[in-house]
Nanobody
Framework: QVQLVESGGGLVEPGGSLRLSCAAS????????MGWYRQAPGKQRDVVAT???????NYADSVKGRFAISRDNAKNTVYLQMNSLKPEDTAVYYC????????????????WGQGTQVTVSS
């Protein structure tokens, strides 16, 4: 099993910045991709950004040029730098990790954090 611990959410003014962090822990797993997703009230959970173990990134169109995802593979930690925040960025942000369990072949298992609230408001 992989446990994900998130931090960095909060309340910011429009145009402000936040940096989210998510640390993954687990002794028998190897993490492949990691990512950030968000869910606003009454909406589905949507991908924000993902990053592979090789560092290849992918972003939702709505955050391109404003958000940046990065990771530290040695620490199994993923970050999301959010700049020029807009009210429509308000959501619960969830950390995600896709991992294989050592000894069980290449099958991927999907893990989620508990979420951290990001509110952009004046």
């Amino acid at each position: 099993q992989v446990q994900l611990v998130e931090s960095g959410g909060g309340l910011v003014e429009p145009g402000g910045s936040l940096r989210l962090s998510c640390a993954a822990s687990g002794s028998s797993f190897s993490i492949n991709a990691m990512g950030w997703y968000r869910q606003a009230p009454g909406k589905q959970r949507d991908v924000v950004a993902t990053i592979t173990d090789g560092g290849r990134t992918n972003y939702a169109d709505s955050v391109k040029g404003r958000f940046a995802i990065s990771r530290d593979n040695a620490k199994n930690t993923v970050y999301l730098q959010m700049n020029s925040l807009k009210p429509e960025d308000t959501a619960v942000y969830y950390c995600n990790a896709a991992a294989v369990r050592r000894g069980l072949g290449p099958r991927l298992y999907d893990y989620w954090g508990q979420g951290t609230q990001v509110t952009v408001s004046s």
